[in-house]
């Protein structure tokens, strides 16, 4: 089982780029879907000695099959949520888990990229029993990129506002030289792509479904095509010279260079005419050379590629299935090679390695555009393992190998990983004190709430705080982030949705009073605002005005003030929202989001 775990941890996590990249296609790209599917592979190795621990590597791979389903929200390639399901079947044994991912580089100085995997008690368990420490018996991993790379770095020095400005900068060069080169196409009699995929390759099978096959010669040939368009591009000196005037204007105002003499304008667009003239005829006889060579070898054998797709009226992808047929002939390659460059190797320098695979992936997507928000779990110093911390702490892969000993996992753990700890345990410090989440400064405030999972502060369990599993009447979340209530959950009353001040207390607003009839309880101030409420009674105090509404507070039979969700919540300047077609495990799923 040598290395084992560690790959089989380290593939589950690629695994989640499986079904976020798969929906892309000739379709339109949606902002979010639901979606449910599998991939498989399997592959053959003969005519080399790969040796034990690659041959160990290869065996869990091969005949792999993971089904998956989940919901995926984008805006763009900067934002994205997404929580997968999967089951994965891979070296003799079945491994399900749960992930998700939380990733936002919009904005540079605040970027978040977390991944968390939740492990099934079985997986625990031979974790435990293969020799780790007890540890990493834990029901969450959590992959926190960000924090890792501001334990290892000296990232609070940096210049933020600079790194942003650098940032988009690169992303405004960008889109002026996609749009040059655009405009260039443009002006082309013939674009250079244009001939690229022929007419035919795409054969309808009936409303909105359609299907392209492409055999090893018709990959190859669109290969070519594509190298011949790029060289073709490349050749122009009218784009070249664009293209230089550009990179010389955008230099120059990059912090810190404003100073630097750049290269004669006149002088680099001389320079590229030189270079085109005496060099691009060349590489195009080089690359008739090189087109012969891939001719001659067989990489997509049998059926090659075969794509198949559907889409809905609105042209986004409904359903999708791919199968790979591809094959690494070194033998057949060394032969087609020294047919152009004899002079290339020797015979005692000839491969021997075959490799041939097939890959096939399948998926369908659901609720486009129109899905439910992704509930992230809550992960505590008692569900989850942190391995940032234990960076931090020198824990380090030796160490690990220590108290391992021959077990290996040093090296099965070698991958550098970390975890986000939100410290949202009642007592995790056992001073009796309960942590605020966001609460970095130790005010007992919360900056929170973008993106975070927040806990109900002492009414707080680390028990079914997966939404999807426990039933309950009313779901909160905030920001996206489940509430797990421990004791008094939330319920309706008249159709309004009253929750403990626990709640408030745990996102780090203050909340006093309240303990019986004709009690004042006073929320706040929180962002300037204040919220005054009386038990019994269905007016209130907003910053001083009065308003009113038609489920007031009061007190449980358990002795538990209970508050309105909605009136509070939208008073201290959130928005609530709410489903009564949940995908949770309730009857309705409640929503809050702080103010943007």
Not at 52 to 76: A, C, H, P, R
Not at 421 to 434: A, M, R
Request: proline fraction near 4%; charge should be negative; hydrophobic fraction near 40%.
């Amino acid at each position: 089982m040598k290395k084992l775990i560690s790959f089989v941890l380290a593939f589950a996590v690629l695994l989640n780029f499986i079904p976020a990249g798969f929906a892309a296609g000739p379709a339109k790209t949606p902002e979010s879907y639901d979606t449910e599917g599998n991939f498989s592979m399997s592959f053959d190795i003969s005519g080399a000695d790969l040796g034990e621990e690659m041959e160990d590597i290869l065996n869990v791979l091969n005949n792999i099959d993971v089904k998956f389903k989940g919901t995926l929200i984008q805006s763009g390639v900067l934002s994205v949520k997404a929580y997968f399901d999967f089951e994965m079947t891979a070296g003799g044994f079945t491994v399900p888990f749960k992930t998700w991912i939380d990733l936002d580089m919009t904005n540079m100085e605040n970027m978040v990229y977390v991944i968390t995997v939740e492990l099934s008690n079985e997986i625990r368990q031979f974790i435990v029993d293969s020799g780790a420490p007890a540890m990493f018996d834990k029901q969450y991993w959590v992959i926190d990129y960000t924090r890792l790379f501001n334990s290892m770095s000296d990232i609070e020095e940096l210049d933020w506002s600079l790194v942003t400005s650098s940032y988009n900068m690169g992303i405004e060069l960008g889109t002026e030289i996609v749009t040059t080169i655009q405009s260039w196409f443009e002006q082309q009699e013939e674009h250079p792509f244009s001939n690229l995929v022929d007419d035919n390759i795409i054969e309808t099978l009936g409303e909105n479904h359609y299907r392209i096959a492409l055999k090893d010669a018709q990959v190859k040939e669109i290969c070519i095509r594509f190298v011949d368009g790029l060289v073709k591009m490349l050749s122009s000196r009218e784009l070249i010279n664009d293209l230089i005037q550009i990179g010389s204007k955008w230099v120059s105002e990059i912090p810190g260079f404003e100073d630097v003499e750049l290269p004669d304008e006149e002088e680099l667009i001389e320079a590229v005419d030189m270079l085109i003239s005496q060099f691009m005829a060349p590489i195009q006889s080089e690359l008739q050379k090189i087109y012969g060579i891939i001719r001659g070898v067989e990489v997509f054998p049998g059926d090659g590629i075969v794509y198949e797709y559907k889409t809905d009226s609105d042209g986004y992808n409904t359903y999708e299935n791919l199968d790979i047929n591809f094959k690494l002939d070194l033998p057949k390659w060394y032969e087609s090679l020294m047919k152009e460059y004899p002079y290339f190797g020797g015979a005692d320098s000839s491969p021997s390695l075959v490799f041939s695979a097939q890959i096939g992936a399948e998926a369908s997507y659901s609720n486009i555009n129109a899905t439910a928000p992704i509930a992230f779990p809550v992960t505590t110093s008692e569900n989850s393992v942190d391995f940032v911390d234990m960076i931090d702490s020198g824990f380090t892969g030796a160490s690990l190998g220590g108290a391992v000993g021959s077990a290996g996992l040093s090296e099965e753990l070698d991958f550098n990983i970390g975890i986000n700890e939100l410290n949202l345990s009642s007592d995790s410090d056992g001073t009796g004190d309960s942590s605020i989440p966001g609460d970095s400064d130790g005010t007992g405030n919360s900056s929170v709430l973008n993106n975070s999972v927040v806990s109900d502060e002492s009414n707080y369990s680390n028990d079914s705080n997966d939404p999807y599993e426990s039933f309950e009447p009313v779901k909160v979340f905030v920001d996206s982030g489940y509430i797990n209530f421990l004791e008094t959950k939330p319920i309706l009353v008249n159709n309004r949705t009253m929750i403990p001040p626990s709640m408030l207390r745990g996102m780090g607003i203050d909340v006093e009073g309240g303990t019986a009839d004709g009690d004042k309880v006073v929320v706040g101030p929180f962002d300037g605002n204040v919220v005054e409420l009386t038990i019994g009674s269905n007016s209130a105090l907003v910053n001083g005005a009065s308003k009113g509404f038609d489920v007031g507070p009061y007190i449980d039979s358990e002795g538990q003030t209970m508050i309105p969700l909605r009136f509070v919540f939208e008073n201290l300047g959130f928005t609530v929202d709410y489903d009564s077609n949940p995908v949770t495990n309730c009857d309705i799923e409640v929503y809050v989001f702080s103010a943007p």
